[in-house]
């Protein structure tokens, strides 16, 4: 068997409010193999983002591990954390953050020229990932003659520039009208097996987590399986 993308360990998360503690992840745990696209939901205020932003290295747990492409990020020092952040993990968000001043190419070549490609190899794969996505004739435009779906797919392929083992999602979908939120969705997803990059993906849409491979709920600060009468 290949080993796991992604490992949540007995992850906690605590903050102090009004001069108590807000136990926010509470023992979460998880385990997320290549090429498997998992849904995760959750009621406002449960927990989700934190839960990604603690998986994508962006804030440390209190306790528990964080295991991402089988290194143990707890022991790593923030320019270590940094790196990995660029080379194995990969962020969509429901603002897709990308450059106004750049084209959709142009966005999608940048994370790889910071992490040490040459421009040449970079175009080559941004064009590929734009292609795929359906933005064949929209490489040269910069995000403000996009509509909202091609904003977003082109914030897929940044994501995904630099061929990370986990893509971690946060309502990439949300900030999307039902039709368009349904196309982007299953490009996504598609494009996550096809490179066999383990996906974890927020959402508040039932529909949506339901097409994924599993699903899990964040409840009481620990993750559960999800089942039917969950979506």
Same mark, same amino acid.
């Given at each position: =068997? ?19 503690? !807000? ?7 998880? #385990? ?43 022991? =790593? ?27 959709? !190419? ?7 020229? #910071? !992490? ?40 897929? @392929? ?10 971690? @999602? ?31 993906? @927020?959402?508040?849409?039932?529909? !949506?987590?339901?097409? =994924?491979?599993? &699903? ?5 600060? &620990?993750?559960?399986? @999800? ?5």
């Amino acid at each position: =068997m290949s080993e796991p993308a992604l490992v949540l360990n007995a992850v906690w998360r605590v903050f102090a409010q009004g001069g108590g503690r !807000l136990e926010v992840l509470r023992g979460a745990s998880l #385990i997320l193999d290549p090429g498997e696209v998992v849904g995760l939901i959750g009621p406002s205020g449960a927990g989700k983002s934190t839960l990604l932003q603690i998986a994508g290295l962006l804030e440390p747990p209190d306790s528990g591990r964080v295991i991402v492409s089988g290194r143990d990020c707890a022991k =790593m020092d923030d320019a270590e954390r940094t790196a990995m952040r660029r080379e194995a993990l990969g962020f969509v968000y429901q603002f897709h953050h990308l450059l106004p001043e750049l084209t959709a !190419l142009e966005n999608v070549i940048l994370p790889q020229q #910071i !992490l040490g490609r040459s421009h040449k190899v970079a175009r080559v794969r941004a064009t590929e990932l734009l292609t795929r996505l359906g933005l064949a004739a929209r490489l040269d435009h910069r995000p403000a003659r996009l509509s909202g779906g091609e904003q977003q797919r082109v914030a897929i @392929a940044r994501a995904l520039a630099n061929g990370p083992g986990v893509l971690l @999602a946060d309502e990439p979908t949300g900030n999307l009208d039902p039709k368009t939120a349904d196309l982007v969705f299953d490009e996504l997803v598609t494009l996550a097996r096809q490179t066999r990059v383990a996906a974890l993906i @927020a959402t508040h849409n039932p529909e !949506l987590a339901g097409r =994924m491979d599993r &699903v899990v709920r964040l409840a009481d600060g &620990v993750l559960l399986e @999800a089942s039917a009468a969950d979506l």
